[in-house]
């Protein structure tokens, strides 16, 4: 199984910055792609960004030029950095994986969500 625990959410001024981390552990034998999407109260959850093998990023067009999102393969990590926040920016922030794990002698593939982390920008 895998497993993913995300992390750096919390309450920040409009025009600050915010880190959010997830990490992904078990039994992983690759990562494809990594992302990150998020869900505001009362609406669909939405596409922020990823990345996927060969650092190849793709941004939603509400937060290009204020977030970055990079990936550590030897930690299983996946990084948003959030700069320049709005309050439109509030929202629980969902981390994704997307790639293969083995049981036993057998290789699977996953596609996992993180439990979500609250992010609150306020005016």
């Known amino acids: 199984q895998v497993q993913l625990v995300g992390s750096g959410g919390g309450l920040v001024q409009a025009g600050g910055s915010l880190r959010l981390s997830c990490v992904a552990s078990?039994?992983?034998?690759?990562?494809?792609?990594m992302g990150w999407y998020r869900q505001a109260p009362g609406k669909q959850r939405e596409f922020v960004a990823t990345?996927?093998?060969?650092?190849?990023?793709n941004y939603a067009d509400s937060v290009k030029g204020r977030f970055t999102i990079s990936r550590d393969d030897a930690k299983n990590t996946v990084y948003l950095q959030m700069n320049s926040l709005k309050p439109e920016d509030t929202a629980v922030y969902y981390c994704?994986?997307?790639?293969?794990?083995?049981?036993?002698?057998?290789?699977?593939?996953?596609?996992?969500w993180g439990h979500g982390t609250q992010v609150t920008v306020s005016s």
């Open positions: 994704n994986v997307d790639g293969t794990r083995s049981s036993g002698t057998h290789i699977y593939t996953f596609n996992n």
């Open positions: 078990g039994s992983i034998v690759s990562i494809n792609s």
């Open positions: 990345i996927a093998s060969g650092d190849i990023t």
